[in-house]
């Protein structure tokens, strides 16, 4: 369901809706309203309660519109506006990883699908996993390990080397917004 009022659109989801842990339990669900300004194109994700308290805001501002009073949006403070929020990061879906091939010491590449909480697809990643020594220097086919219980109690070190991005639809919607990995 999505409503349009003064240049924003509100969408009510489900976080985590289709989200999972690393073991692969469900997260909690969350109701949260996703508010989009047509304008800029900014996105936010607002909590229930914070919904709630920008509704009262609007409300206000309502009455006081029919009741004769001439306001001005531009006018108004920041704390009293209910469509203005600063930007915060967003988070647009996970990945996952498996290490297992590390408890081998074998180099592992993968191609990952990076899925938002609704369970679609945003982005495509490619991704390295790199066993190294401790100055970072790729370990060599000879340091592969048929027994993974010679690592136990002992140090192992890794690269994760996120080689590309493919596909990211945040910046297909709208090419002024960054990613952070």
Known sequence: MAAVFQGVVFKVEIKNLALSDSKGRDLEKEVVVRV?????????????????????????????????????????????????????????????????????????????EVLSSEGTEEAILQAQLVPCTSTGLPL??????IDPSELLGRRMDFQLVLEQCCGLRWIQACRDRGVQI
């Open 140 to 145: 060599g086919e000879e340091d592969i390990l």
């Open 36 to 112: 989009t300004s047509l304008e800029s194109k900014q996105v936010w994700v607002w909590s229930k309660v914070k919904f709630v308290n920008r509704k009262f805001l609007m409300e206000d501002l309502y009455q006081q519109h029919q009741g004769g009073e001439g306001l001005s949006m531009a006018a108004l403070p920041r704390d009293k506006d209910p469509f203005w929020d600063p930007l915060e990061p967003l988070l647009l879906g996970s990945a996952h990883l498996w290490l297992q091939s590390l408890a081998f010491r074998i180099p592992l590449e993968e191609q990952l």
